[in-house]
């Protein structure tokens, strides 16, 4: 499905299950939105604090670490909205109680297009089918639909804190297996890179991180089309109208 053009995108929300989750799948892209404009909020379910055992911290100090790492990594991209609903990594469900607060994040932000994961497993890339991953974004998805933009759910975001209701126009899913739509970031790779290696402790032990970065994105551009040696990050395109 061809996404709306970015004219008609003025809000962007990424929702994610840790930090990073957004880097490694979409910051290409949204170093692009960023630069034309667009307005670009991040939320993440968790710290991530059951990330990083090859760094050497413990896991108490974990959270506070991968929150700077974000704020770093986001800085890279020029995305500063950052939000974190601190739930526990590892232990992500999606409960009613991540759906309000997801709806909360988009009644707040009112994005027209929102950036999540795919609540469906992906067998040919395991990785990117993580359980925190699966919940994060069939809560996201349930939030866009049918709540966000019904004001008799979760009546007290309206009623308590005046958040009206709003319609997310598309939502952009990361790691489907079938992805629909590919962005050529590969003048984006860079910056990509920035954000990747803002965050030390989950990369900084890979001492072949851009390569595998690069492989992946270049095995996402010949799928989809694109020139040899090009660079591109792969979504499927829901339209929520």
Known sequence: ???????????????????????????????????????????????????????????????????????????????????????????????????????????????????????????????ASHPDHLAAGEAAIQAVYPDARNPFAFTDLLENEGLQPHRV????????????????ITDTFDLKMKALHAHASQTAHNKELENMVREWGQRNAGIGGLPEGRIAEAFKIVNTN
């Open 169 to 184: 126009k598309e939502v952009w899913m990361m790691g489907f297996a079938n992805p629909d739509h590919w962005v050529d």
């Open 1 to 127: 499905m061809e996404p709306l053009p970015n004219s008609e995108i003025k809000r962007v929300l990424v929702i994610n299950a840790h930090p990073d989750d957004s880097d490694f799948g979409a910051s290409g892209t949204i170093a692009q939105w960023v630069k034309e404009g667009i307005e670009v909020a991040y939320v993440f379910c968790t710290n991530g604090d059951q990330g990083g055992e090859e760094s050497g911290f413990t896991k108490e100090e974990m959270p506070a670490i991968r929150q700077r790492e974000q704020r770093a990594a986001g800085a890279a991209i020029g995305v500063t909205d950052i939000t974190f609903l601190n739930y526990v990594d590892g232990h992500l469900e999606p409960t009613l109680g991540l759906r309000k607060d997801i709806v909360r994040q988009i009644r707040i932000s009112k994005p027209d297009r929102m950036v999540c994961q795919s609540p469906e497993r992906n067998w040919d890339r395991i990785g």
